[in-house]
């Protein structure tokens, strides 16, 4: 069982508002990701970290912020919502790499994000 | 362009039966090749993790496929369970790319009823 945390789960808020979606784990992994997933389409790779104080953006872009003050913590700030925003995010950690694969990549549950 | 494709988009079987997805991919250099399930409204969880020097690897009722040469993949799953009903990702890694670079195909949305 992965220990990565999301929250909220679920976050319903209006036009302009500035929300934070936060993301823990208890793994001491050095490498977190920001993934944004709509329906029946691929993860696309919003943003990502490599230790603290080391962020990046990802492939998808994106108007949303990240920061990496812990190894434990990387939440994702909107400024000002809009309703194209509205997407699961999914925070996910990878380890060190095993020899012959890449590190084991865990998924939090995700945040789904609506705004009206 | 690297892509992962996926067939079928989704399929219905019914319990107790075996099915198999199919993942093409065009991803170049290969690094490992993976499958996921994901529960509509979870978190992708991982199946199996393959590299280029492995055909076949199994986790309890799924086992997974490789074909290097012809960049596809399989996941078979036998004896259906209704758990079983998720979406099954396919995600290739390129060598040398930073984790972060990794390619998701759209997955497969398989239904399992009773």
């Known amino acids: 069982e992965a220990d990565i945390y999301q929250t909220p789960r679920y976050l319903v808020i209006g036009t302009g508002k500035k929300i934070t979606l936060e993301c823990s784990q208890t793994?001491?992994?050095?490498?977190m990701y920001w993934y944004q997933q709509d329906p029946g389409m691929e993860l696309h790779l919003i943003h990502y970290s490599y230790g603290v104080n080391s962020t990046e953006k990802g492939d998808l872009s994106s108007e949303s912020t990240v920061s990496r003050i812990r190894t434990e913590h990387f939440p994702l700030t909107l400024e000002s919502a809009r309703p194209s925003h509205t997407s699961q995010y999914l925070c996910?950690?990878?380890?060190?790499?095993?020899?012959?694969?890449?590190?084991?990549?865990?998924f939090g549950e995700g945040s789904r994000l609506t705004v009206l | 362009k690297n892509q992962v494709e996926q067939s079928p988009q989704s399929l219905i079987i019914l319990e107790g039966k075996n099915c198999t997805l199919q993942?093409?991919?065009?991803?170049?250099?290969?690094?490992?090749l993976r499958w996921y399930k994901q529960d509509t409204g979870r978190g992708p969880v991982s199946l199996t993790i393959?590299?280029?020097?492995?055909n076949t690897k199994s986790n309890g009722r799924y086992t997974a496929t490789l074909d290097a040469d012809t960049k596809q993949s399989s996941l078979h799953i036998t004896a259906s369970q209704l758990s079983d009903s998720a979406s099954y990702i396919c995600?290739?890694?390129?060598?040398?790319?930073?984790?972060?670079?990794?390619?998701f195909g759209r997955g497969t949305q398989l239904t399992v009823w009773p």
């Open positions: 393959m590299t280029f020097s492995e």
């Open positions: 996910a950690s990878s380890g060190r790499i095993r020899q012959g694969t890449g590190g084991e990549l865990f």
């Open positions: 993942c093409n991919y065009t991803v170049s250099p290969f690094s490992n």
């Open positions: 995600v290739v890694s390129d060598r040398g790319s930073t984790l972060g670079r990794l390619y």
């Open positions: 793994m001491g992994h050095d490498k």
